[in-house]
């Protein structure tokens, strides 16, 4: 028999951990403190709550997260399977019934003979034997406190990071290429200038935007406000403190001068290079509360970003999650300690699918650890999975923050570029050929 694992998190990351593991024949104890010690937002004890969306998010193959859920189905992902079992009419997205999706994962793990289910609050982390953290986003300040320990002083407490925009969909022709003062390359930089009257817009937009409303758990009981850090004010509310606030804040257009008009511009947004293939850029400062809809009136606006694709819109909420590229080896396991494998939104991964996709691969090296197969299962930046890995080791930005599955962390395909949608269709049929390939080659091994 295989060494046991420990798995802690009863979520969708910890729930497919624990389903991959028994699968491959490797006993798992979950460990989840619900009902018995609850977050806050969660309503239940069941396993694999759905706390803020029934919504999966996009079905089709020529969506990043689409394709993800189809890879994870062919590797035998028990979340895609409650999913499609319990879903509801959504259009182009995968919507479940939260109660019976969450009923139809409980009853699988609970009926498996290899996996025991302990309800009861995990306050440190094994450091002999194998084990699983899939804490999710609300872990217990006991249990946060030991990660800490074992991570170093690289473990977030809170999200605050800005909009990600695809590098293709950019017009360069209202920008210009530098850095502040000339420093570094400054082909890592877009700068988009602003005129008084533009930059006045942007501050009334900024303000006047419809905000997320906290959750209570999120705010200090003595006036129910979020203890925002004054190093990382959110967006709107720099430009709620005064007109000029952002001026001499990250839009500060100081040794910034236009190339082409030699002048220095009344503000200017810059867009710093998000990762090494130069196919993302996220816009320096603009960590924000607004909503979805209200960032994109609002940043569509700006010179240059009128047709953007968003890979990720600002946010700035609770989370507890590690900087990934610098804690987490290839496998997903914590540098230095080999046998602690991490899944689910600690990882630096952002969503449910996410979760989901980082409990199969943690739980699959996991599998392999406790067979005594040293071999990483790692899939390659050529399917959705193995695009979501190359970002949680993607070094390039120094301030790492949680990011959904995009296509642009995808190896790019060979030969001449294709139209946006013909790309997406091919990435999508090689994704899935690698990811038939891997599965037949675990049934074959007999190891997950």
């Not at 400054?186 to 817009?201: F, K, S, W």
């Not at 710093?272 to 400062?285: C, D, F, S």
């Not at 899939?379 to 959705?384: D, I, M, Q, V």
Request: proline residues 6%; glycine residues 10%; neutral net charge.
């Amino acid at each position: 028999m295989p060494e046991h694992v420990t798995i802690i998190g009863g979520g969708l990351a910890g729930s497919e951990a624990a389903w991959q593991l028994a699968q491959a024949g490797v006993p798992a104890t979950l460990y989840e403190m619900r009902p018995n010690v609850q977050t806050g937002a969660h309503v239940s004890g069941r396993l694999a709550e759905l706390v803020c969306s029934n919504s999966l998010r996009a079905a089709s193959l020529e969506n990043a997260v689409g394709l993800l859920k189809e890879e994870m189905a062919r590797l035998g992902s028990l979340v895609i399977e409650a999913a499609r079992a319990t879903a509801v009419p959504a259009g182009g997205a995968l919507a479940v019934d939260r109660e019976r999706f969450a009923d139809h994962i409980e009853s699988k793990i609970c009926g498996h003979p290899l996996i025991e289910l302990r309800r009861e609050e995990m306050r440190a982390i094994p450091r002999d034997g194998i084990s699983v953290v899939a804490c999710g986003p609300l872990a217990s300040a006991t249990l946060a406190g030991d990660l800490e320990r074992l991570c170093g002083p690289r473990l977030h407490y809170f999200d605050a990071a800005s909009p990600i925009v695809a590098a293709d969909s950019i017009d360069r022709g209202q920008m210009y290429e530098a850095s502040r003062y000339g420093k570094g390359d400054g082909a890592d930089y877009l700068n988009i200038p602003l005129d008084r009257e533009q930059y006045v817009q942007l501050v009334l937009d900024l303000v006047s935007g419809d905000k997320h409303e906290p959750h209570g758990f999120e705010t200090d009981a003595a006036n129910g406000r979020i203890p925002y850090f004054e190093a990382c004010l959110p967006v709107e509310e720099m430009a709620r403190r005064g007109e000029d606030t952002l001026r001499y804040g990250p839009l500060k257009p100081v040794g910034l001068i236009d190339p082409r008009s030699g002048k220095r511009p009344y503000a200017v947004v810059q867009l710093r290079r998000e990762n090494a293939a130069g196919t993302a850029y996220n816009l320096v400062g603009f960590q924000t509360r607004l909503t979805w809809p209200a960032q994109k009136a609002a940043f569509g606006k700006l010179p240059g970003l009128a047709n953007a694709e968003w890979l990720r819109l600002g946010v700035m909420h609770r989370n507890t999650f590690v900087d990934a590229p610098r804690v987490l080896a290839a496998d997903l396991s914590v540098n230095g300690a080999p046998n602690v494998f991490l899944a689910g939104q600690v990882t630096g991964c952002e969503g449910y699918v996410e979760a989901a996709a980082t409990g199969i691969v943690a739980a699959r090296n996991a599998a392999r650890r406790a067979r005594g197969d040293q071999r990483p299962f790692s899939p390659s930046a050529r399917t959705a999975i193995g695009a979501l890995l190359a970002y949680l080791r993607d070094g390039t930005s120094h301030d790492f923050q949680p990011q959904n599955v995009t296509f642009a962390y995808f190896e790019p395909l060979p030969g001449p570029r294709l139209d946006k949608q013909a790309r997406r269709r091919a990435l999508a049929e090689r994704a899935l050929q690698e990811i038939d390939r891997i599965a037949q080659e675990v049934d074959t091994i007999g190891v997950a």
